[in-house]
């Protein structure tokens, strides 16, 4: 089926793809329909421009490091940085040792995410059923959605203790109202077209909505998924700044206090990599879910 | 028009929505305080938060005023947005323009947009410690990547006609940016403003976690300190109102300046 001209249409695309990934508009229509091209398509796409960006991001650091405009303090060579990586993969800082950390915040965001998406998602779809809902949530979501999920940082904490409840609880919180938006968006998404030719097919109730509605919105909603994702990652890093003794947000804010600039770095880094690993699970899990769906929609 | 539309169409005002939402709002914290039972400085009910939002626009917090207070805190905002947009929007015109540039640029911008806020707040305070610069610098670098974006964005987006058919009729390439290139993406460029400025609300109260006595988010702060619970809840209040606002402004912008969509 597929002729050279739409490879190249694909290849052309993909600047969009990186464009779109969080930008909130729906491209996931652009790959995962081709089998063994596709997947090299993706290897090119996913690998390269990311490797050149980091090779020449270490290239940088090592150059400004090296020649010595700051000190040591204030910007650590890359070979500081990653000596004391592997350092404290095996004596503690702190409490635990690196992975012990990453593991703590890895744990904290995913409970924290998976409960905001499944809220936001259930109160997203009620919306769009649901009059009363929509018409109290519209103006309530208006009036959250610029307000950071840090500000309640201290106010949980009061209500919640010092334990992983408050933590998970800002987490959710900053996930919750905008995949609320993003999945009320997305259900309203639907053409009426492909409505009423499901209807004028037979389907009503639940099928009309798990056979027409769920997978026309799926693709947008995963794509929300991915900035609330990154947004999770900023919650934990404020719920660590406050009051823990653990993970890798915690890190960050100790060594800052102490000034141990390298930890600094360890752990920054090591946030933006377990934070790229988590955002590309979740592009894979938008390809086996969503497949060629968005495709047939477009075309048709 | 018989009654019930004429009701309905009452109902759906945007004013009286608000209206309802908030007074459900009220009706549902009443509720939770009486069903909680906790003392008032742990959960406080709505009009303890009122009379301290009204006490502090009265007192003002901490020897300082309460807008002064806000006033520090739009200034930062508004700082770091401007500094974003006119670094950010020009970086995505240029990656329109150059598919070198684009290729060249874009995994950069992609690897360090998920990068929280705060991150990016603990390496900014080790190099310049915790003053204004700061503070500024963190809301600029969690805004510039978002509204690079968009800008490119919306130039990928714009059909290559609109600007054929100016060349077409004789308009020169400065003319072209500006009369169609430039109007052309300017909802995109918005709607990206858009989402950077929840992104620099969120960047604003981290900065202003860190060493300062004065903004909304040290309000917030130094109450939960004192268990004043209502001022904080009353900070957080002032922090939605505001944030509101300003988002409402942008969208105010958007109707303003892309009237020539509907033209």
Known sequence: MRSGASYEHDYELRDKRWLDGRAGTPVLMLRSRRGRLGRKLIHAVVFAPVTYSLLSLLGLWWLVAAVHITSTDILPAPALVAERAVELTHSPYGSETLFGHALTSIVRVTAGFASGCVAGIAVGILMRYVYAIRYFADPILAFLRPVPAFAFVTVLITWFGLGELPKVMLIFLAVFSLTTVFTAAAMEALPPQMQDAARTLGATGWRLFWFVQVPAALPDVLVGMRLTLALAWTAVMGAELVAADSGLGWMVWNAVRFGQTEVVFVAVVGIAVIGALMDLLLVLLTQALTGNWRTHMRSS | ?263
């Open chain 2, 1 to 263: 028009m018989n009654l019930a539309s004429r009701c309905r169409q009452i109902l759906e005002a945007g004013p009286i929505r608000g209206l309802a939402a908030a007074v459900a709002v009220i009706a549902v914290w009443e509720l939770l305080v009486a069903i909680t039972n906790q003392p008032s400085a742990v959960f406080p009910p709505p009009d303890t938060v009122a009379r301290t939002l009204q006490a502090l626009a009265a007192d003002g917090f901490s020897n300082a005023d309460l807008s002064s207070h806000i006033g520090r805190s739009l200034a930062r905002v508004a700082l770091g947005l401007l500094a974003s947009l006119a670094v950010g929007v020009p970086i995505g015109f240029l990656m329109g323009r150059s598919t070198l540039l684009r290729r060249a640029l874009t995994p950069f911008i992609t690897l360090f947009r998920p990068i929280p806020p705060f991150a990016f707040l603990a390496i900014l305070i080790v190099w310049f410690g915790i003053g204004e610069t700061s503070k500024v610098l963190v809301i600029f670098l969690g805004c510039v990547t978002i509204v690079a974006l968009s800008t490119l964005d919306g130039v990928l987006r714009m059909p290559a006609e609109y600007r054929e058919a100016a060349l077409t009729l004789g308009a020169n390439r400065r003319q072209v940016f500006l009369r169609v290139v430039m109007p052309g993406t300017l909802p995109q460029i918005l709607n990206g403003t858009r989402v950077a400025l929840a992104v620099a609300w969120t960047a604003l109260i981290a900065a202003e976690w860190v060493g300062t006595q004065e903004g909304v988010g040290a309000i917030i702060l130094q109450s939960s300190k004192f268990l004043r619970t209502d001022q904080a809840l009353a900070g957080i209040v002032i922090l939605g109102i505001f944030g509101a606002l300003t988002d409402r402004l942008i969208v105010l912008l958007q109707h303003v300046s892309t009237d020539w969509a509907s033209r």
